[in-house]
């Protein structure tokens, strides 16, 4: 018996010591960071607030700006990227022409660096030598403040998500669709059934899993989006791309109240936590094949 | 068995992270050689990438100090507060740090920097410009001699000026331009319209990440508003100093109705007349897209080595009710937990002081912080480097200083960031402010 447990700690210890030292342990300080009030250039000079960090990030009008401009975000890269990735899966699930390169091209921001992909857009969206005001004024229209303008930047972030995540979800759905048993599909047709309705009686139910799957990845990438705020708009104009994850980071290490940051930190969990577990209930698949 | 099996994962996983502490006791002081018989010290310095002290003044040390050695660790400018932050809090921080110098009553009020007091030799306290000993001090302790100071001004494309039709400004500080004339010339300069613009009047800021608002180069935008000389409980006096003497508040002192004046003329440069861009445009001035730029006298060796292809010109800072231009630059101190904090001290004062660095102003023409040093170097009185040492002895201010400036330069930045994209100068001063509250009253 003592033998097998040993096996047993000798396979797992290691890792279950890793992950003790580098996931739980930290999450642990975390919540009790969040209890204090001290400054990262000297924590040993602390003192203990009780909730009263929890009370500022729930009062003051910055934090909750961070936390609506982290959710509007996710909720625009969600509403945008699933529709899209879906087109495109089925799309590259039909025998069209050009299908290899297509999925190629669609998958390659994926494996890019975000913070290359934050320079490039950057440069892209740069009001005075920029390519896409270049071609707005091209063809007659105004320059746009992409970056610089309080109603514009969020969106341009999200059209560059848009950009970076669909070939992930659209990897994602096209494994989904290769999944179904054509003969549900053949057996919809012998029944009459149109391509769409095929598409929405058959396909769209059986991919239930495959789309929860990619919600739920879309919106926890999008809530932990950094390298656009740091990178691109160091969380204005006036903190309307100042996303939760680089609102940690400043509140941290530039305003040094890691003590505030660990408070966010635990709520921003917590509400992840939430939402995640809301979408697996909301998209749970009601079929199986 | 499964309690040592336990502990031997624990010794493989910890082994990383205590490996360096005990390389670094043991590689502090070599073995004795008959040139260095305590054997050769080693001191562990980070420093930015492309800051000083170079490499020339690094070996005029070593020449003069051959039982010393120095192990740099270079980190990118931009990284350098965050990584100091994060070494203070460490168990094994470098003995000496480059660091920007406007930081230094934080990093004094949080005891991660020595107090150099003990070190100094007579006379050097008093050799230091007085920005820069403001600006170094904390509870009447000096922390850092200073390594060298800069100041703004504004230079400007001669042959532009002259397509123009506009007359230079005066090379002397009793000529400079206020706002409202500068603001004048950058339009005439300009040239192109609305989305069409191939000239900008004032170039965008190179200064920080390169948008607008970092507070070395913009605060002055608002402080200039403000009067010394008028009575102390007056919003024209708080306006000059933008913080509170004791460092505890910016309300009533950044916010004022002077500074929210500034702050719009600053935005109006960006949206109504229009004569600098809101994002940066790599070497706007010496690529000719730009006839007027805000530099430091690094500039003129950028100009002098290579040659922009036109006439320039420099020309002091331009002002609205009292002219003033913020001092501060890269820095050297002691890092309170050093292992060898005399030797570290020694290293920190011989390179801010004397040969090295007379050495360092002369390679760099960057203005040196001892008094001393001055009549060694006589292009500091002629044209144009006169006209930066002048304004560091007659206009020079520190950045407001406070134990939490970090948090104030990052607030502030952010804020006159907004202000230039244009929101409200009044609500987001008072925002700035209210964010500032908490931090500074703590």
Known sequence: ?289 | MPRLLLLACLAAAIAPSVAPAIARADDAVSAPTVACPQGVLMLHMLKPQTNPPYPGQLALFKAANPCVALDIAEVPFGQLADKIAVLAASGEPPDVIVYDGPNTQSYAAAGILLPLDPYLPAGVKDDIVAPTLAEHSYEGKLYSPGLQQTTLALFYNADMLAKAGITPPGRTLDQAWTWAQALDAFKKCQQGEGDNVTVWGLAPSRFGNGTPGFVYRDLPFLRTWGDPKAPPDSSVYKTYWAISPDGKTADGWLNTPEAIAGAQFFQDLFSVAKVTPKAGIPDAFQTGRACFTLDTSYFIAGLTNKDPGFKWGVAPMPYTRTPIVHTGSITLGVMAKSAHQEAAAKFVIAMSTGPIALDLARSTHILPVMKSLYPSLPELTQYPLNIFAEELNQWGHPRPPSAKFAQYDKIVTDALRDIAYGAAPKARLDAAVRSLRPILAR
């Open chain 1, 1 to 289: 018996m003592i033998r097998r447990w040993v096996t047993i700690a000798a396979f797992i210890g290691p890792f279950l010591l890793l992950l003790a030292v580098f996931q739980y342990w930290p999450v642990v300080a975390m919540l009790r960071d969040s209890l204090y009030d001290f400054q990262l250039l000297d924590p040993s000079r602390r003192s203990f607030v009780g909730l009263g960090n929890y009370l500022d990030v729930l009062t003051d009008p910055d934090r909750l700006q961070a936390f609506a401009v982290t959710f509007s975000f996710a909720a625009g890269v969600v509403v945008t990227v699933i529709p899209t990735a879906f087109l495109l899966a089925v799309y590259l699930n039909g025998a069209l022409p050009a299908r290899a390169l297509v999925r190629t091209i669609v998958f390659l921001p994926v494996v890019t660096s975000a913070v290359v992909i934050a320079t490039m857009w950057t440069f892209l969206l740069e009001p005075n030598n920029g390519l896409v005001d270049g071609v707005l004024t091209a063809v007659g229209l105004p320059r746009l403040d992409f970056l610089t303008s309080e109603s514009q930047a969020l969106p341009s972030i999200v059209l560059m998500m848009l950009w970076q995540q669909t070939g992930f979800a659209t990897v994602l759905f096209l494994s989904g669709l290769q999944a179904i048993p054509r003969e549900l599909e053949d057996a919809a047709s012998v029944d009459g059934a149109s391509a769409l309705q095929r598409l929405r009686h058959v396909t769209l139910p059986l991919l239930a899993r495959t789309t929860m799957f990619v919600v739920v990845m879309m919106t926890v990438f999008s809530l932990q989006a950094f390298a656009p705020p740091l990178v691109m708009t160091g969380g204005g104009p006036d903190g309307t791309t100042n996303f939760l994850a680089y609102d940690i980071y400043s509140l941290a290490f530039s305003l040094q109240q890691p003590g505030l940051a660990s408070a966010v930190s635990v709520i921003f969990m917590l509400i992840v936590l939430a939402i995640s577990l809301l979408q697996m209930r909301l998209l749970r698949a009601r079929w199986a094949y």
